[in-house]
């Protein structure tokens, strides 16, 4: 019954976006004044389907109601509360569903809370956002049915992917997506401008914290997710260029540029078509990114069912929409006036700077993870791109942003002289020879990317905070704070990076309980492997005592579990987290002599990629809350 | 003019993207990576039985006049517990099956078959993984068809599915 319902729920859902595209079409005609007010209450009306149809797919879920094909085939009856929920989005029809959830609701926030974007151009930019909708309600009714039932209803069910059965799942998802749709509404803006000729600075502030709000969530679901895979996947990597990791990071990468241009055209009224190009492009790549992971067309840790005819189904609507797109906006952004110009020593030749090198880097990450197809489409051979690439092509350009980043926000708005650039960067720039020099000093041989890496991020931690210098930090703006803390939390992180890549010790080791092993500045004893179980599996789980130096030991319990449904193995590290790192431990295979493999790592100060990535967040919520008063108050005005 | 030309540049990188993917969606699905080893004659080997009650296998049984399935598994791995129903099924077919068993100790393999089934006529025992090696094969379980001249037909890698049962006997019948 609850799946019917959902299954009702979501076509009234499809029907509504198909009223919100029609009305919008029409009010958007001179004749059709009418249907204006129309449009807004029918977009708040499909959110709230669609999430009751979602509602209902959660509760089928939690029942462990297996005549439902989708709960048999990923659900089990053993499986903990956490992770029946956390299964509703552990596959593709549940996470489609997600998806068009998260459509509507960004679609309905606009209706509701978009004030200041001129009426026509609201109502167009809420027509696009029905027009994707559309489409993926197709998919899903048609293609990814999630309330298909079966008969006869199986007796148990299938159980959920084990590397997927970890609290982090149960979170990363849904905020991820949250940032990957919810960039749609930057795309349904442009395409909304672009159909009113209505490009410029008060489109621009309008669009600002939509994008800011979804940038916000992208950046923590990746943040969340690079930890998950640290953790969970038992390779002690946090990114491994994975073609999954790299559809988030496209976007991310997008949107990051999107940000610093829409702030040029709020602030300058210039870069008007590249700014609504990269909207496009945010949004083409979040589509670009599900199509590539749920097609299956590129092989990939995060495999998922695969299944060609929904690839093509999904290929279509990427091209429907992104063609569309970009055709409107090969047709219409000639007729959008040039914007203002300004000299390149500037603050906005800063942030175009900062567009070119972030395109470069999207553009380095696509071709590194479209090759592979490319190739295929014309040899046959299969090949797959690692990370020797991305590291050696993305990571120079990637020091270079960082570098433009420290300096960027010390330079005035449409002309500035170098020197006066130079004059306030100065402090940092020393503070960061400084760093050269004791790492050449104290860590010599450092490889050079980690090395410039160290650096760069002292320098530029440095220089991030330099705006605030002299500055009465009462009157001092929220939105600059955010900015401030975003990049000190880029600093941060690129510290994290570099250090654990320059720094981290490996030990590798077959050992007998009661041997002992060191690893960096600990001492690790092994003492006992015993068998435990859990709610639905068992594992070995290892006794590790670890001690530094003459500190106090402490004791580590890495394991090596077996799930029963699915039959799979996974690895839990064990992680002790320091000020200056964490210690790392996995227990592998055991051989015939009774000894087992332990995986030591000491990463000094990796935690700060995390840290770094929480702090850029941190930096779009306070610029998000700064925009958003400011906004109101100026409304009142 | 050149303003023009450089606006319709990112619709002509999408049109080459679809092209590119939608030759990839088209072209016959091969997400297996198939091994250097189809084609090729199985490696020389002679491996000791690996349990009670079975011969051990020779790169000469491989080549008697009939095409044989050889399954690579060892019995500390647990995704070859969930593959040992279709072997069985495909055992039912009548279908020849030999084994290799990766570093493995005989009480294990016997402990393995007794409770999971015993699908298989010979089984060899790699202690080492070398032989393993030789068949270009990195993983437990993996599972080869080599037709009657001993050369190397099919290459599945992972454990076989119950829907993929039909492909490994097709793939048997092909190397008739």
């Known amino acids: 019954m609850i799946a019917e319902l959902g299954l009702a729920a979501l076509w009234i859902a499809a029907t509504l976006s198909l009223m919100q595209l029609a009305f919008g079409g029409f009010a958007l005609r001179a004749d059709g004044e009418a249907l204006l007010r129309t449009v807004r209450p029918v977009a708040v009306a499909q959110a709230v389907l669609v999430g009751i149809a979602f509602l209902c797919l959660i509760l ?44 509507a609701i960004a679609g309905a926030a606009v209706a509701l809370f978009e004030r200041k974007l001129p009426q026509r151009t609201l109502i167009a930019t809420l027509a696009a956002q029905a027009a994707i909708g559309l489409g993926f309600y197709a998919f899903l009714l048609f293609a990814s049915n999630p309330f298909e039932r079966l008969s006869p209803a199986p007796v148990q069910g299938n159980g959920l992917n084990p590397l997927l059965q970890d609290p982090g799942l149960a979170f990363h998802p849904p905020t991820l997506y949250f940032g990957y749709v919810g960039i749609s509404i930057a795309f349904s803006f442009a395409v909304g401008a672009l159909i009113t000729r209505d490009v410029g600075a008060n489109f621009a502030r309008a669009m600002r914290p939509w994008v800011l709000a979804a940038w916000i969530f992208l950046t923590l679901g990746i943040t969340a997710g690079s930890y998950w895979a640290y953790y969970e996947l038992g390779w002690g990597g946090w990114w491994f260029w994975d073609p999954v990791e790299n559809a988030s990071l496209m976007p991310w990468l997008a949107a990051t540029a999107l940000l610093h241009s829409v702030t040029v055209l709020a602030t300058r009224d210039a870069l008007r078509a590249w700014t609504v190009m990269l909207a496009v492009v945010a949004f083409s790549m979040s589509m670009v990114g599900t199509f590539l992971v749920r097609s299956g067309i590129l092989t990939s840790v995060h495999s998922f069912a695969v299944d060609p005819q929904r690839g093509f189904f999904i290929l279509i609507l990427l091209s429907l929409y992104i063609g569309g797109a970009l055709m409107l906006f090969g047709l219409r952004v000639g007729t959008v006036r040039e914007g203002a110009t300004f000299e390149p020593v500037s603050r906005e030749g800063a942030l175009v700077a900062n567009n070119l090198l972030l395109s470069t880097i999207l553009g380095i990450v696509l071709v590194g993870t479209l090759y592979p197809l490319g190739v295929e489409a014309v ?17 120079p350009v990637a020091l270079a942003l960082v570098a433009v980043m420290a300096a960027g926000p010390l330079a005035r708005w449409r002309k500035d002289k170098a020197k006066a650039v130079l004059s306030r960067i100065a402090v940092p720039v020393l503070i960061a020879a400084l760093a050269l020099l004791g790492l050449m ?35 001092t703006p929220l939105f600059t704070y955010g900015m401030v803390v975003a990049h000190l939390g880029i600093a941060v992180c690129l510290a994290g990076m570099a250090s654990e890549s320059a720094f981290t010790k490996e030990t590798l080791v077959a050992a007998t309980p009661g041997q ?17 179980a859990g709610p639905n599996w068992t594992a070995n789980e290892a006794t590790l005592t670890a001690r530094r130096g003459s500190g106090a030991p402490f004791v580590m319990r890495p394991q090596s579990r077996m799930f029963s449904a699915p039959p799979t193995e996974t690895s839990e590290a064990a992680i002790a987290t320091r000020l200056d790192g964490q210690l790392y431990t996995v227990l592998g295979k055991s051989d015939e002599q009774g000894r087992w493999q332990l995986r030591l790592w000491w990463k000094p100060f990796v935690t700060l990629i995390w840290l770094g990535g929480s702090m850029i ?21 | 003019m050149k303003r023009r030309l450089i606006i319709w540049i990112p619709l002509a990188v999408f049109v080459i993207f679809v092209a590119t993917v939608a030759f990839s969606l088209y072209a016959p699905a091969e997400r297996v990576i198939r091994s250097r080893m189809i084609g090729k004659p199985v490696p020389a080997f002679a491996l000791e039985a690996a349990a009670p009650g079975h011969q051990g296998l020779t790169s000469a049984d491989l080549a008697a006049g009939q095409p044989r399935i050889v399954n690579v598994f060892a019995s500390w791995c647990v995704p070859c517990i969930a593959e040992a129903p279709q072997l069985l099924a495909l055992a039912g077919q009548g279908i020849p099956i030999d084994a290799i068993a990766i570093r493995d100790r005989p009480e294990d393999v016997a402990d393995f078959l007794a409770k999971w089934g015993d699908p298989y006529q010979r089984i060899g025992s790699d202690r080492d993984s070398r032989v393993q090696m030789a068949f270009g094969s990195s993983g437990v379980p993996e599972t080869f068809v080599v037709d009657g001249q001993g050369v190397v037909r099919y290459q599945h890698i992972g454990d076989i599915r119950p829907e993929q049962v039909s492909e490994i006997a097709a793939a048997y019948e092909a190397a008739k």
């Open chain 1, 379 to 395: 040899t046959g051979e299969k090949l797959s791109v690692g990370p020797p690439y991305f590291n050696s092509a993305a990571g």
């Open chain 1, 441 to 475: 000093l104290f860590a010599p041989g450092l490889r050079i990317l980690p090395l410039l890496g160290i650096v760069l991020a002292v320098g530029a931690g440095a220089a991030s905070v330099a705006p605030l210098w002299k500055r009465n930090l009462r009157r």
């Open chain 1, 617 to 637: 967040a941190l930096g779009g919520l306070l610029s998000l809350i700064g925009r958003v008063r400011r906004g109101r108050r100026e409304v009142a005005e």
């Open chain 1, 60 to 103: 089928v879920f939690l029942r462990t109601d297996l005549s439902v094909a989708l709960v048999a085939s990923n659900s089990h009856s053993a499986k903990p509360f956490v992770y029946k929920f956390a299964g509703v989005w552990g596959n593709h029809e549940g996470s489609m569903l997600l998806w068009v959830t998260v459509l």
């Open chain 1, 516 to 532: 002992t092993a060191s690893v960096g500045p600990y001492q690790i004893r092994f003492d006992a492997v015993d068998p435990i």
